[in-house]
């Protein structure tokens, strides 16, 4: 494009007054952010002798797991979905054949490596069988990166860690199981 083409809409830039230019507006406005979080409720937890209330832990995004079905199995189907899905590639599945005549494959191997994951749910919206789900558990930590990769026992032990206090969100949302 040329300067003088027809199509371009030159636009001047506003003349600040004498309170824009030595940023008294933008100083005060900081003032009163910082006195009304001097006045305000204080929000300090100390954790974790006291535990942070979640809002909504339908919503919420912490640790994965993987679902069983009502027969103690593992509900992942290795359709390839979630992997697929995953911004952060950090899931890797190795699917065999099912015994189970009710589907083709199941997952042999099933990784998820927690310190690469953003937690972001679209494994979670991608799945069609409601296999994986994020909890709301969320002190997540490990001295080792190999502690923080969590293969599929570690991944069906949080469920049965989590399954009383949040049943699958499938059931809860109305959808079948």
């Not at 953003?118 to 558990?137: F, H, N, Q, R």
């Amino acid at each position: 494009m040329k300067p003088d083409d027809p199509n371009i809409a030159w636009l001047e830039a506003p003349r600040l007054g004498l309170a824009d230019r030595m940023y008294l507006p933008l100083f005060f406005e900081g003032l009163t952010t910082t006195s009304r979080h001097l006045i305000g409720p204080k929000m300090t937890v100390s954790f974790p002798e006291e535990r942070p209330a979640v809002g909504n832990p339908l919503i919420y995004r912490g640790v994965h797991r993987l679902n069983k079905d009502e027969q103690g199995r593992v509900k992942c189907v290795a359709c390839f979905l979630c992997a697929t899905a995953c911004p952060a590639h950090c899931i890797d599945i190795i699917g065999t054949e099912s015994p189970w005549p009710d589907r083709e494959k199941y997952p042999e191997s099933f990784v998820i490596d927690e310190l690469r994951c953003i937690y972001c749910g679209m494994c979670e919206e991608a799945c069609p069988v409601d296999a994986i789900e994020l909890t709301s558990l969320l002190d997540l930590t490990g001295r080792s990166r190999e502690e923080m990769i969590f293969d599929k026992e570690k991944l069906l032990s949080v469920y049965d860690q989590t399954k009383d206090a949040e049943p699958m969100k499938s059931k809860s949302l109305g959808g079948t199981v």
